[in-house]
């Protein structure tokens, strides 16, 4: 599907990486005739992203219809039937965040499974609350971040699926990633013991290395027993 289709967007900052694609997702969703799509940017960001998309407009001598929601790190936002988006801090040279897909499902009381569909019917009927809430991680987004994220929010290793950028992987680069507010593959390493995902996504990999080089650090770095679990999107 094209992500222009997708009705709600998640925007970790501005660094134009991520953040460039905005007003072409507004301006085709109104070309097209879409609802109003909803936008969730960092809250210090709201003032120039809305300036952003009035000058594209402004170019383009077009009306824009768009919603821009604000977000700050602790909040939580429905976006979904039983769908919520955790944000979290993440450690980058502007403010930035992380996005964590929570699911909450209803799960039956332990001193009622085992009944009939009749007892079960009897007992709402009777006004008793038989199922209680269950929250599952299902997926993280660290967007750019230096490897102090997993020190910050460690819950984020116990989610389903980890997708994290890892811009650096050379030696010489280790210097380069702390001073660019960036991952490097060797400190995110020492982590792995500790992430629990069945999955761990690695992305946005430093435009320097082709993907030789990408696969040729990843084997030299990463322990053959974590190397299953790791995807690369590259
Ligand atoms: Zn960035
Ligand atoms: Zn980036």
Redesign the pocket.
């Known amino acids: 599907m094209h992500l222009v289709f997708v009705p709600q967007i998640f925007i970790s900052h501005f ?1 134009g ?2 953040s460039l694609g905005m007003t072409y997702y507004i301006a085709h969703r109104n070309l097209a005739k879409l609802e109003t799509g909803k936008i969730y940017v960092p809250a210090s960001a709201l003032d120039a992203a809305h300036a952003l998309i009035r000058s594209q407009a402004a170019l383009e001598q077009a009306r824009r219809d768009y919603e821009l929601i604000p977000v700050e790190p602790g909040m939580m936002v429905d976006f979904k039937r039983q769908m919520q988006m955790r944000i979290f801090g993440t450690d980058h040279r502007i403010p930035s965040v992380g996005f964590e897909v929570i699911e909450t499902r209803s799960k039956l009381k332990p001193e009622y499974v085992g009944l009939n569909q009749q007892e079960i019917v009897a007992l709402k009927r009777a006004g008793k609350e038989i199922v209680y809430p269950v929250s599952m991680s299902r997926m993280a987004y660290v967007g ?1 971040s230096t490897i102090k994220v997993f020190e910050w929010h460690p819950e984020i290793m116990e989610t389903e699926i980890l997708i994290t ?1 890892c811009t650096f992987l050379a030696d010489d680069h280790y210097e380069e990633a702390h001073k660019r507010k960036h991952i490097h593959l060797r400190d995110l390493v020492n982590y792995l013991p500790y992430i629990r995902s069945e999955y761990i996504v690695l992305m ?1 990999f430093s435009m320097r290395y082709t993907r030789q080089e990408i696969k040729y650090h990843i084997q030299r770095l990463i322990p053959a027993e974590y190397r299953e679990r790791i995807l690369l999107l590259i």
Do not use: Q, V
């Open positions: 660094h990486d991520h750019d950028e946005h």
